[in-house]
């Protein structure tokens, strides 16, 4: 009974926490997956499409090291909602 009272006491902290962190840290998860295209011409190559991470533009999308923070991301994505209700 004492610790249902303490976890009442402490829902509006929580409820602040989320209202203020939820948004901008899942928005920062899925960003992960947004890159942005640009068709580049190297001398004597013909057009191609690159694309690169709009959060992070040293990494080229399809990539090692873009999947390897897409795993990351997916692993936030699975801890983010259980994380949040503790």
Do not use: K
């Not at 992960?32 to 191609?48: D, F, K, M, N, V």
């Amino acid at each position: 009974a004492e610790a249902a009272l303490g976890l009442l006491d402490l829902t509006p902290a929580g409820l602040v926490f989320a209202f203020f962190f939820v948004p901008s840290i899942t928005a920062s998860i899925f960003n992960s997956w947004s890159c942005q295209a640009y068709t580049i011409s190297p001398p004597g190559e013909e057009l191609r499409q690159v694309s690169y991470m709009r959060q992070d533009a040293s990494v080229e999308c399809d990539t090692e090291m873009h999947e390897s923070i897409t795993d990351i991301a997916v692993g936030f994505i699975v801890l983010w909602p259980a994380g949040s209700l503790v």
